[in-house]
């Protein structure tokens, strides 16, 4: 893996004080938000990039609540959000797009993936155990409701998973039925 590594700059941010980190892994940049005082076993997010959610507020999914949800808790637990550049669990945001049109015409969102040739989740994790690794972590309180995750993320103990379940609205329900029942999310 040829990773380039920013320094470490202080982010003042609306849910607290971090430091961040960038890693560059090819064409993606990701972003890593800590804080200065990181837990021995801190609690860390992945989190999968979604424009559409983290930056417009779309009500389709529950990327947004869910980050400002990890952030906040970074900063009072002294934990870690990884913000990894996989738009569209992978595929990119041109192919989500076109995967919430077909949305758009009844499809659902793995239905939506497989008509346009992807499987139902392009992501993969090596990168996780990169990061945790260059700052010296071995343990970690994993946030999240996916068994892919948890399963996925190797060479780390994970103690602990920390569910984030967000409330539900009439744009995302279906969507987060479909997680539930068909992709075994533990919501
Ligand atoms: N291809 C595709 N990607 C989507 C769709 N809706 C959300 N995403 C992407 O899915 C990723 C977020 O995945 P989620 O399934 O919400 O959550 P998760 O990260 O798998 O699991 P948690 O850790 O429990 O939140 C982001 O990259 C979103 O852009 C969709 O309908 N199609
Ligand atoms: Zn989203």
């Known amino acids: ?34 804080s200065d005082n990181l837990a021995e076993v801190p609690t860390v997010r992945v989190h999968s990039e979604c424009l559409t959610g983290d930056a417009i507020g779309s009500l389709k999914c529950d990327c947004r609540d869910q980050l400002e ?11 870690m959000v990884i913000y990894l550049r996989q738009e569209g669990r992978n595929i990119g945001l041109l192919n989500k797009i076109n995967a919430y049109a077909l949305q758009d015409k009844g499809l659902n969102t793995i239905e939506a993936n497989h008509q346009l040739g992807f499987r139902t989740d392009e992501r993969t994790y090596e990168i996780v155990t990169y990061i945790l690794h260059h700052f010296g972590v071995k343990k970690i309180k994993l946030l999240t409701n996916n068994p892919d995750k948890i399963n996925s993320i190797s060479d780390i103990e994970i103690v602990e998973r920390v569910p984030i379940i967000m409330d539900s609205n009439k744009y995302n329900i279906d969507y987060l039925n479909v997680k539930k029942d068909e992709m075994g999310h533990l919501l």
Do not use: R, W
Not at 69 to 79: C, I, P, R
């Open 1 to 34: 893996m040829n990773i380039e590594i920013s320094e470490v700059a202080n982010l003042p941010s609306k849910f607290g004080d971090f430091k961040v980190k960038a890693f560059k892994e090819g064409q993606k940049e990701h972003l890593v938000i800590y």
């Open 69 to 79: 949800y990890a952030l906040k808790l970074a900063s009072s637990s002294d934990g």
